[in-house]
C-alpha cells in the first residue's frame, strides 16, 4: 500500500515570499507523483506530475516540484506567491502498474495561507 | 477545455434513503473515478471503472455503494442507504487512458446526511 505524508497542514507566507510545501510518500513499487490545488468550493485541479526523467518538473501558475528519489520526496516550490494562490494543495500518488486504473492516494493537504 | 461535471451541487437526503450521484465524464475518458472528502479530512479513493466494470475498489467501497455507466456519458455512483457518516463531498475524476495520464476531476458533490 502507498501512502502520502504532508507534514504541514498550514504554511502562511507573505505575498511576493518564497514558499516549499512539503510532501514524502511511501510505496513499495514505483508511483507517479502529482500536486493538485483547491480553491474554495471547487473541485481538484492538477498542478503538475511527475512520471519519469527530469526530476526537476513545472507546473501552472508558476509552481515547480522536485522529484527525490532516495528521500522518497515530491516537495512543491514557488519562487513568489500571490493573494490568489491561496487555496488547499494536495500532494498524491498512483501506482505504475499494468492495470492503468489505479486510483490516488492523496495527503491530507496543506491549506497555503498568503498574506498582504 | 473540456470539464468532468456533477450534479447536483449539494444534496440532503434523509439518513436510511437512497442516493445517486451524477457525473459526465470528459467525452472520449476511458477511465472514470469516485473519491470522497470528509470535511477536514483527506480525499479518499473509493473505486475505478474501465471497460463497464469496476477495476479496483478500497476498503471503504462497501455493499451499499456501487457504481454504473448507464449510457455514453453517464456515470453514477448510488449509495443504497445511507448514513450519517456518508456526509461528505464526493468528487467524480476520468483520465484518457492507462498509465500516468492525470485524473480530471469534477467540482463534486456535497452530501449532507440528515
Given at each position: 500500500a502507498q501512502s502520502v505524508t504532508q507534514l504541514d497542514s498550514q504554511v502562511p507566507v507573505f505575498e511576493e515570499a518564497p514558499v516549499e510545501l512539503r510532501c514524502n510518500y511511501s510505496s513499495s513499487v514505483s508511483v507517479y507523483l502529482f500536486w493538485y490545488v483547491q480553491y474554495p468550493n471547487q473541485g481538484l485541479q492538477l498542478l503538475l506530475k511527475y512520471l519519469?526523467?527530469?526530476t526537476l518538473v513545472k507546473g501552472i501558475n508558476g509552481f515547480e516540484a522536485e522529484f527525490n528519489k532516495s528521500q522518497t520526496s515530491f516537495h512543491l516550490r514557488k519562487p513568489s506567491v500571490h493573494i490568489s494562490d491561496t487555496a488547499e494543495y494536495f500532494c498524491a500518488v498512483s501506482v505504475i502498474s499494468g492495470g492503468g486504473a489505479d486510483g490516488l492516494t492523496f495527503g491530507k493537504g496543506t491549506h497555503l495561507i498568503i498574506q498582504p | 477545455e473540456p470539464e468532468v461535471t456533477q450534479t447536483p451541487s449539494h444534496q440532503v437526503t434523509q439518513m436510511g434513503q437512497e442516493v445517486i450521484l451524477r457525473c459526465v465524464p470528459i467525452?472520449?475518458?476511458?477511465y472514470f473515478y469516485w473519491y470522497r472528502q470528509i470535511l477536514g479530512q483527506k480525499v479518499e479513493f473509493l473505486v475505478s471503472f474501465y471497460n463497464n466494470e469496476i477495476s479496483e475498489k478500497s476498503?471503504?467501497?462497501?455493499?451499499?455503494f456501487s457504481v454504473e455507466r448507464p449510457d455514453g456519458s453517464n456515470f453514477t455512483l448510488k449509495i443504497r442507504s445511507t448514513k450519517l457518516e456518508d456526509s461528505a463531498m464526493y468528487f467524480c475524476a476520468s483520465k484518457?487512458?492507462?498509465?500516468?495520464q492525470p485524473q480530471h476531476f469534477g467540482d463534486g458533490t456535497r452530501l449532507s446526511i440528515l
Open positions: 519519469s526523467g527530469s | 467525452s472520449n475518458h476511458l476498503e471503504i467501497f462497501d455493499d451499499q484518457p487512458n492507462r498509465g500516468g
